[in-house]
C-alpha cells in the first residue's frame, strides 16, 4: 500500500525491551496518518502511555478544553500533555484551556507534530505519565480524497 510507503519511520531499534512492552509508540508517520504500534491510523489521535484513541480535533482552532476532557479526567493524572499541531504552531491555546490544566496540576506544551511524536515516544519509554493530542502533520482538510 503506498500509504505505508510513505509513512516516515521514526523508532529505530527495539521498542519492545523490558518495561515498555505494553507501551503505545507512534513507529511513523505520514502527512495524513501516524502507525500507533501496529495500526495505521488516517486520523488524529489522543496518545496515552498504554493506549490510544482516535481524536475528534482536525485543525488547530477544534483544540477545546471540551476536545482535551479526557486528559483532566483520568487517574493517575498525566503530568504532561504534548499538543501536536500539525506543521506548525499556529498561536496560543486560549488561556481556559490552560488554567483549567494548570489547577490539576498538567503541563501543556505545543509543538509541531513531529517533534511531539518523538518526545511522547521518548517520556513514554522512559515509563513518564504522558498524554499526547496529535494532528496530523498535514491538516485533514488537504487531505487528497480517497480512491
Known amino acids: 500500500d503506498s500509504l505505508r510507503r510513505s509513512i516516515t519511520d521514526i523508532v529505530s531499534g527495539n521498542t519492545s525491551g523490558q518495561g515498555v512492552q505494553n507501551r503505545t509508540f507512534v513507529m511513523g508517520y505520514g502527512d495524513h496518518a501516524f502507525q500507533v504500534n501496529d495500526l495505521l491510523v488516517r486520523d488524529s489521535v489522543v496518545l496515552l502511555p498504554e493506549t490510544f484513541y482516535i481524536w475528534k480535533a482536525k485543525k488547530f482552532e477544534d483544540i477545546t478544553l471540551e476536545s482535551l476532557s479526557i486528559f483532566a479526567t483520568l487517574f493517575p493524572t498525566v503530568e504532561l500533555v504534548i499538543i501536536g499541531c500539525g506543521d506548525r504552531v499556529p498561536s ?23 517533534s511531539a511524536l518523538s518526545t511522547f515516544n521518548v517520556l513514554n ?12 502533520v498535514k491538516g485533514l482538510q488537504d487531505r487528497p480524497a480517497a480512491v
Open 92 to 114: 496560543l491555546l486560549p488561556p481556559e484551556i490552560v488554567q483549567t490544566f494548570k489547577r490539576k496540576g498538567i503541563v501543556l506544551e505545543m509543538m509541531n507534530s513531529t
Open 125 to 136: 519509554s522512559e515509563g513518564r505519565n504522558v498524554g499526547a493530542a496529535i494532528l496530523p
